[in-house]
């Protein structure tokens, strides 16, 4: 066992963890032999190196060159280089290697040649530049807040019965005119269009590129129009009680089709040659995407399947496929330009009214094994094993949520490339970001393939290189970052993200002492955003009624709290509102003006809570039992503006001041 918890540690695998009722759980030897027979057989990876391949050096921390297994006398000579070539040196014995504080942030190579056994030996390794912390807003003492709403889930009497960017822009508008600084959106990450049982957003094909059944058909210049493309369905698929993923797929596909046809043979110079702007900003990386979605309808099965040199193709692998089927490789990148567009005018819209926080987006924690970017950067991603998460109390089985992650020997490989490319596909066009899971920045929970959720075991992750990249885009971009950090958290670690300059993310159903009180506004972080539940928990009406436990109990599934206990909750929310002043537990706005009370820097609201609406968005631990991500609002996206609640929304928070920096009103 010692033999094998040393393999265990070499590969990052923890051998045992502290669940969330703080008790001590071994991790079995037979669930760490297989997951060491995966990395090895699936991965192809030999054990890492014993020393450090990676430095991070913040702004304003010196830093040195850790040379691990070195006498500190020995001497060194070092070259740190960037992608143009050499920039400094830092010579010297390997105790006392210094990196120069003046470096630009941005990421380098170092090359250490010191004397060795076998004469002049050499280690080469990445050094990571980063901001002493990421972008903190225009204003650090200000404060905001936001409207979330699953942009899919949208009705309106215009969109095809799927929310898209026409109705973002709109929501953006309304946003404004109640004095929220912006809008907060489900992932838009791509997913499969012609899978509609795979609509979760957190189990993307890609999170370089954006859903296109969020791109309104009928903004696109080229398409000719509903009669002229004889597209009947549309009204069907509007009045349809739930999102119809294939049916919307299908119409939307079948029409963006039809304008890329008109596009190809009529679109106007300054058109073409944005799309051509558009191509060159994002590279072979649309390149492969574009390239996958081909292939993957050629060969329906997965890509790990697919003939050579398919399965792993290089780059001049796909110059031939663009060769050979460049109309339809030119489709899927004419499909990306335009949703692009639209959301960056959903963006501009924002900050033209002067929103201050304008799109705030979530970034999912994984992604389909069988997609885009798993395949597109086979290097990267851990084949073979399921990020999920060991049981709690809303999960007593535990959960493996079937999505695949990066494995940190493949980031390193490739200078953390396909992470840095991932944060700042999110940040483009966002003033925020959420980072879903963000501890797995630092660890993992992961489940071999095949197994149950109690077998898996949590793998480690370079958290200071990973935090130095977030960074380093966070202030390129100017994106505020906010860490999903719910679950068992370790305070080390709240701490670490703070130091870093990530926010929390609270919720209120979760901020509450062991005996079930709830923490008093005040008690709240400042560099937080606060809200009262998830799209993975009840709304605020299922939860008042109980309608989450009824929805359990009707599915056979375990529940760790009872009635008596919801009861005993209800209680104690009541006594938190009437001790903060803020009103009573039949009113939702009781609990807005709670959340207002907080001294964290943005508070959101979801919108199924100002509606009413007593499903969640999403059930854990459920496929089809429940309709997870197909769920369409009661009421007409044109009828928001008369709603109580949102104007109610409006005069809370201009009454709550303390800061509150709103948009226009």
Known sequence: MDDLAAQAARFGIEPEYVDVYGQRQVVAAETIERILRIMRTENGLAAPSPYPSVIVARQGHPARLDLAGLDPGTPVLCDIADAQGSVAHCDGPAGDCRIPDDLPIGSYLVRAWFPGGAGIEERRIRLLVAPERTYQGDDPKGRMWA??????????????????????????????????????????????????????????????????????????????????????????????????????????????????????????????????????????????????????????????????????????????????????????????????????????????????????????????????????????????????????????????????????????????????????????????????????????????????????????????????????????????????????????????????????YRVMLFERYPDGLFIAPDLYPSMALATFTTHDLPTYAGWRIGHDLAVRQALSMPSSETKADRKRSLEALQGALTHAGTGDAEDFASVARYLAATPSRLVVISIEDVLGVIDQPNLPGTVNEHPNWRQRLPLPLEDWAGHPGLRGLAHIFADAGRGFRHGPR
């Not at 009680?241 to 046809?261: F, H, N, P, Q």
């Not at 993957?296 to 496929?321: G, M, N, Q, V």
């Open 147 to 504: 409207l979330a709403v699953q942009l899919y889930g949208v009705r309106s009497h215009r969109n095809w019965g799927h929310g898209d960017f026409t109705d973002l822009a709109r929501l953006t508008k309304l946003a404004g005119d109640v004095g929220a600084s912006g809008i907060g959106l489900n992932p838009l990450h791509a997913l499969f269009d012609d899978r509609p049982e795979d609509s979760s957003p957190y189990a993307p094909n890609s999170r370089l590129f954006i859903n296109p059944l969020y791109i309104d058909i009928e903004n696109i210049e080229e398409f000719p129009g509903l009669d002229a493309a004889g597209m009947k369905e549309v009204e069907a698929l509007r009045n349809a009680e739930r999102v119809d993923y294939s049916g919307v797929a299908r119409a939307k596909l079948a029409a963006m089709r039809l304008a890329y046809a008109r596009f190809r043979t009529g679109a106007s110079p300054g058109r073409c040659e944005d799309f051509q702007r558009f191509k060159e900003q994002r590279g072979q990386a649309l390149v492969r995407f574009a390239s996958f979605e081909v292939l993957r309808r050629r060969f329906p099965r997965a890509w790990w399947t697919w003939p050579e040199p398919w399965r792993t193709p290089s780059d001049a692998d796909l110059a031939a496929l663009r060769d050979t089927d460049g109309e339809a490789v030119g489709f899927f990148e004419f499909v990306q330009w335009v949703a692009d567009r639209q959301l960056a005018a959903c963006r501009d819209q924002a900050e033209a009214r002067g929103m201050p926080l304008g799109l705030y987006l979530d970034v999912a924690v994984g992604v389909d094994a069988g997609g885009a970017d798993a395949w597109g950067s086979q290097h990267a991603i851990l084949h073979g094993l399921s990020v999920g998460a060991p049981p709690d109390e809303f999960n007593l089985e535990g959960q493996n949520w079937g999505i695949a992650t990066f494995h940190p020997s493949g980031l390193l490989a490739e200078a953390f490339e396909p992470f840095r490319q991932t944060i700042a596909a999110a940040m483009r066009h966002a003033g925020a970001i959420r980072i879903d899971h963000v501890l797995g920045l630092n660890r993992l929970f992961l489940v071999p393939h095949g197994a149950s959720s109690r077998e898996g075991a949590y793998f480690r992750f370079p958290l200071e290189a990973l935090l130095a990249v977030v960074a380093q885009e966070s202030v390129q971009r100017r994106c505020i970052v906010i860490g999903e950090d719910l679950g068992t958290v370790p305070e080390e670690l709240r701490g670490k993200l703070a130091e870093w300059g990530l926010w929390s």
